[in-house]
């Protein structure tokens, strides 16, 4: 044993202090009757300090609206959400309407803030944006023109515009990579169609589908009135 240090004995342990961190949120269990005091306990350094307030919903609407307005939608996620919204009117706590509305807080919080920002119709789905188009006016105004002028054989090497040529001529010109499906929506939307030939075969003889096509006589006659048709009554 060394001089100048404490000894240790086998059977005490060495305690270290460490901060007792949550790791998972845990539900308050406070809730009151009207606005539902449920929430998210906030966690900071260690310490719990209090249940997180829900957002009020707007005040120009009330239960019996929200129903009137859920009965005349012809949206079905729409309806559940308005009905949902409805239940906390009358007094529901939020955790009573997620059951209500099959969903969980966070999906109750985020129709209150769609509700109280555009009303009935911010719960509507809506159909998202997308990337946006890679061509401008600038882009199709060039487009537009070297279309309606024309290949020129001995430039571009080809006798007829397609969409696999257009391509590379963007490239070439502006240095824009687009696939022969997105330009084909871009060509539509700017009144174009594309138009495929008809296959002909090289040894076909002029005027023989014509003569194929030809609808030839009939050869059946109309019958004679019988005799007893043509007698007086």
Not at 54 to 77: G, H, K, T, V, Y
Not at 159 to 183: G, N, Y
Not at 195 to 217: D, N, T, W, Y
């Amino acid at each position: 044993m060394l001089e100048g240090h404490p000894a240790f004995l086998p059977d005490q342990e060495d305690h270290v202090s460490q901060p007792n961190y949550a790791l998972i949120p845990s539900l308050c269990s406070r809730d009151s009757d009207r606005d539902s005091q449920m929430g998210l306990t906030m966690i900071q350094c260690g310490d719990q300090q209090g249940c997180a307030m829900p957002i009020p919903l707007r005040a120009d609407f009330d239960a019996a609206e929200l129903r009137r307005q859920a009965r005349w939608s012809n949206d079905a996620a729409q309806t559940r959400r308005l009905l949902t919204l409805a239940s906390i009117y009358d007094g529901a706590s939020r955790t009573a309407a997620s059951l209500t509305g099959g969903v969980t807080l966070q999906i109750i919080r985020d129709w209150v803030v769609k509700f109280n920002t555009r009303g009935p119709g911010g719960l509507i789905d809506r159909k998202p944006p997308g990337q946006p188009s890679r061509l401008d006016d600038i882009h199709r105004a060039a487009l537009r023109a070297i279309i309606e002028s024309g290949p020129i054989p001995a430039i571009h090497g080809v006798v007829r515009w397609r969409l696999i040529d257009l391509c590379q001529w963007l490239w070439d010109e502006f240095q824009i990579s687009v696939a022969k499906p997105t330009l084909s929506r871009e060509l539509r939307m700017m009144g174009y169609r594309k138009l495929s030939a008809r296959p002909r075969h090289h040894a076909q003889r002029e005027g023989s589908i014509e003569l194929f096509k030809r609808v030839s006589p009939p050869c059946w006659t109309r019958s004679r009135a019988s005799r007893a048709s043509t007698l007086p009554m």
